[in-house]
């Protein structure tokens, strides 16, 4: 009877033990699989940490590469329009001093005696015409605006979007200069000088109507 108690008692011993090795082999082969799993996470976050940034770095360029196009798309089309500009302003340079300095003016009370030839020599019209960058740099400076894109265009009516008549285009550029000319000649020549300016040569408000 001892005996066969001892051998009872030998195999829960021996019971005991199988089951804690069974626990503790579990529970390495759960820490095995908790590491396994952290690795794969990491080396998933990894990945996917690698394509984000390969996404990102190919977005930046896309982005870089369509700012730098559209840069020399601007400078291209300020050049040409600058080109434009300052063609424009030496026609209307040119035709305003054939105005004051033609004879049949001269012989003509509107002039004589009104305008003196040095005078006409030393007028300047202030007109400057930025380039692309240098617009860009004053809109930003400036704060209260952002540049979207440039682009040319030509007079057209509010109204109906026809072009503007030479008549309409003529007033717009006596609103502009007008102040400017009778400050520098006086306020008495100007509807005479734009009457005549116009009449000189209205080819020139019929085409001049390139703006930013």
């Known amino acids: 009877m001892r005996a066969r108690q001892l051998k009872y008692e030998a195999l829960l011993v021996k019971r005991s033990d199988m089951e804690q090795t069974m626990r503790e082999h579990l529970q ?7 590491k396994k799993d952290e690795e794969l996470m990491q080396m998933m976050a990894e990945q996917q940490w690698k394509k984000d940034e390969e996404h990102r770095k190919m ?19 300020a050049e040409q329009m600058r080109e434009q500009l300052v063609e424009q302003i030496r026609q209307l340079q040119s035709l305003f001093r054939e105005c004051i300095e033609s004879e049949n003016q001269k012989a003509s009370s509107f002039v004589l005696g009104l305008i003196s030839e040095a005078e006409v020599d030393s007028f300047n019209l202030p007109i400057y015409a ?17 540049n979207e894109r440039m682009g040319m265009t030509t007079h057209q009516s509010i109204m109906d979007g026809r072009p503007m008549s030479g008549q309409l285009s003529m007033m717009q550029l006596r609103a502009s200069l007008s102040d400017i000319i009778s400050k520098y000649f006086g306020a008495e020549i ?8 116009y009449k000189k040569n209205p080819r020139v408000f019929r085409s001049a109507g390139v703006h930013v």
């Open 59 to 77: 977005m930046e360029e896309q982005q870089r590469s369509l700012v730098e196009q559209q840069e020399r798309r601007m400078q291209l089309m």
């Open 28 to 34: 390495m082969m759960e820490e095995q699989q908790r």
């Open 190 to 197: 100007i509807d005479e000088l734009f009457h005549r300016f």
């Open 130 to 146: 930025t380039w692309a960058r240098e617009m860009t740099e004053l809109v930003a400076k400036d704060g209260h605006f952002s």
